[in-house]
Each structure stands twice: as structure tokens, then as C-alpha cells.
């Protein structure tokens, strides 16, 4: 179930299409990268590869912030805090459904490239955080 615009825990990104989500590094550094992003049951999802540097620094530290963005990473609003995790396999079927109904085609041309590449996507969750 999908929670009313009003209830999400993440309110600066309701109309977003880009989000910044910031993982951090062991030494604590922050290392922040735009990403497309779903928002489902106060929760949300981002795909990337598995070998990048995100899921890295969440399997290591699960601490994250993200802020409305623009494709370039470019802030918009508020930062909100947030706990991420890797995704086990058999939650990819959900996640990805979701990017498709928000993203439609381009989604679907990405994850296309992923297949041809014989890349299988990493899935991350962000809950949030109380601040």
C-alpha cells in the first residue's frame, strides 16, 4: 500500500524525479550521487550497479541522507536522514515494478543495457531516521 503524499516521512521529495543520496564513507566522509528513486509504504528505493561505490559504503555503513535533487546533484530542499540496505534477490522483483511504473521506458531501456551487459541491478532501501 502506498502511503498519501501527506503521510510519507520523506515529504521534500514528493514530485521529485532525481533525488541526492548521500552514503558515507568509512572515515565518514560524505559522498553524495543523484539517483532516479521510488517512494512506496514510507520507504524508499534506488537501483544501481552492484559493483558501485553505493552499495559498497552501504553494505559497510547503512547511514544515508537524501534531498530533492536535479540530475546533476544539484540540492533542491531539505536533506532528511535515512538507514539504507541492500536488497535480497528475491525483494528485486517488487523494487523493480515500481521503477517501472514511475519511470516507464527510460527505465526499462536502462534495465535493458543492464541485461545486455549481464549486469544484475542492486536494490537499496532507505528508511528513515528520527533526527
Do not use: C
Amino acid at each position: 500500500m502506498t502511503l498519501p503524499q501527506t503521510a510519507t516521512p520523506f515529504p521534500a521529495l514528493v514530485g521529485h524525479q532525481y533525488m541526492s543520496l548521500t552514503t558515507f564513507r568509512k572515515s565518514g566522509a560524505a559522498v553524495p550521487t543523484p539517483v532516479w528513486f521510488v517512494a512506496e509504504g514510507g520507504k524508499l528505493y534506488v537501483f544501481t550497479r552492484p559493483d558501485s561505490g553505493k552499495v559498497k559504503r552501504v553494505r559497510a555503513n547503512g547511514r544515508a541522507e537524501v534531498a530533492p535533487s536535479d540530475a546533476r546533484g544539484t540540492v533542491l530542499g531539505l536533506v532528511t536522514p535515512g538507514r539504507a540496505r541492500i536488497l535480497a534477490l528475491e525483494e528485486h522483483a517488487h523494487a523493480k515494478a515500481l521503477f517501472v511504473r514511475k519511470y516507464g521506458i527510460q527505465f526499462r531501456l536502462f534495465d535493458l543495457v543492464g541485461k545486455l551487459q549481464r549486469a544484475q541491478p542492486a536494490y537499496l532501501e532507505i528508511a528513515p531516521v528520527a533526527s
